[in-house]
């Protein structure tokens, strides 16, 4: 397995952080990593913070750089498309004409902006229309925001939200659109949604809320957003309801694929000789006891560890909880576990001092937890998942955190 030869499609962080992890652990092997944009592997989480701000480069947050690839011996197909899979012949089709030899393969092929499903949101493609998943696509994005801009989002999950902040801190005039009555209520509670969207408003952001957008329409040479509460004009968009798998590369090779591409707890798929890991990967989770799906920075990188694990021989299981956090204005959170909605939720600390922590249960157990502005406690918090604590506990706050 040492001398194998590995093939990793995806240019994103799940699969950089194979490669690396590959060659710490020693093998030898030719290794080649197919990823379709120009630029080397990079972290997606500041393209709606610190670079949308203008406060990082591109190099801040890149994996690794150039040189890294060379010394390590590391075959960079970049700008090139994986286009077809031959599972016979272990062998994948390159957009450039080319082909590439496996003896195992590594699908992490990230995740797209959704734009709307089947029927694509009306007005999507116009000039001035923004998605964001990509280093280019911030860039774009970032060069249109000034004191003059009046910014249009669309969705208000977390990449929305994210980009209203950044964009008020560049002095842009900021409308978000949700279609809930309070953004991120139905995942992380109203006492929560509300604290967001305070924050937000708190902040200039004029977050509309319960609130449809039916299209984007170009008028004269603007913008307008034809919404449930009238239509309102915007000099750029930015179309953030979502993001969809890149399943499809998957599928058309005869893996199984529902949500996204199914994976055992090793991250093998149902061809023993491929795995997918991260934002594409529905992988079995032996804690959670399910196939789960996340888009989350921190998976990325613990399934790119795990799949070198298993490429390696090694036996080792995909048993983490879900981790994820955002910064916001001057909110910070980490988020960790796996809460279903009809969980209870319970506060420890004052939301009106922003710095407090979040417990959902089910059953009387802690199926989650949520730091908000406070810090270094969140590996803490993720030893407390899966056990029955009193909630009088949970929140008393002289009882200390590591003690429960
Ligand atoms: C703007 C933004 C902000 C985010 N902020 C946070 C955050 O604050 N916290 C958090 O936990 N998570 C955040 N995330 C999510 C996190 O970035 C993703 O979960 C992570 O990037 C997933 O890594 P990945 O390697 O699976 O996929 P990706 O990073 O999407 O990389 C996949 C790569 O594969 C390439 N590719 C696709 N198909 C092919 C093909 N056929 N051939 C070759 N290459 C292909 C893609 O072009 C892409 O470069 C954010 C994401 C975005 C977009």
Do not use: C
């Amino acid at each position: 397995m040492g001398q194998d030869s590995i093939v990793i499609v995806g240019g994103g962080l799940a699969a950089a952080t194979t490669v690396n992890e590959l060659r710490e652990q020693g093998h030898t092997g030719t290794i080649s990593l197919i990823g379709q944009e120009q630029e080397l592997p990079y972290e997606r989480p500041p393209l709606s913070k610190g670079y949308l701000q203008g406060n990082d480069k591109l190099e801040d947050f890149t994996v690794n750089p150039a040189s890294w690839y060379q010394e390590h011996n590391v075959q960079l197909h970049l700008g090139v498309r994986a286009e077809k899979i031959d599972r016979e012949n272990q062998q994948v089709s390159l957009s450039d004409g080319s082909t590439v030899d496996y003896d195992q393969l590594v699908l992490a092929t990230g995740a797209r902006p959704n734009l709307g499903g089947k029927q694509p949101f009306e007005g999507h493609d116009l000039p001035g229309v923004h998605l964001l998943r990509t280093v280019e696509q911030a860039r774009a994005l970032r060069e249109t925001l000034s004191e003059d801009t009046q910014l249009a989002v669309i969705g208000s999950g977390w990449i929305g939200m994210e980009v209203a902040a950044s964009a008020r801190s560049r002095g842009a005039r900021v409308t978000v659109y949700s279609p809930d009555e309070v953004p991120l209520a139905k995942v992380f509670g109203d006492r929560f949604g509300h604290h967001l969207l305070e924050l937000h408003q708190r902040n200039g952001v004029d977050v509309r809320t319960s609130t449809r957008v039916d299209s984007i329409q170009e008028t004269d040479g603007h913008l307008e957003v034809v919404s449930s509460a009238g239509t309102s004009r915007a000099d750029v968009v930015l179309l953030a309801i979502g993001a969809v798998p890149n399943i499809e590369l998957a599928h058309e090779a005869g893996l199984k694929t529902e949500r996204g591409v199914i994976v055992d707890a090793s991250l093998r798929s149902s061809d023993p000789k491929i795995l997918a890991i991260g934002d594409i990967a529905e992988a079995f989770n032996t804690s959670l006891r399910r196939q789960l799906r996340v888009e989350h920075w921190d998976n990325a990188i613990r399934q790119g560890k795990l799949a070198a694990a298993t490429l390696l021989g090694q036996d080792q299981n995909y048993d983490w909880a879900p981790y994820f956090f955002t910064d916001q204005f001057d909110l910070g959170m980490e988020y960790v576990g796996y809460s279903a909605p009809e969980d209870i939720s319970v506060v420890r600390g004052d939301t009106e001092t922003g710095e407090f922590i979040v417990f959902w249960l089910s059953e009387g157990k802690v199926t989650a937890a949520m730091n908000v502005n406070i810090w270094d406690v969140n590996d803490t918090l993720r030893g407390v998942l899966g056990k029955s604590i009193d909630q009088e506990r949970l929140t008393d706050q002289s009882v200390d955190l590591a003690e429960l």
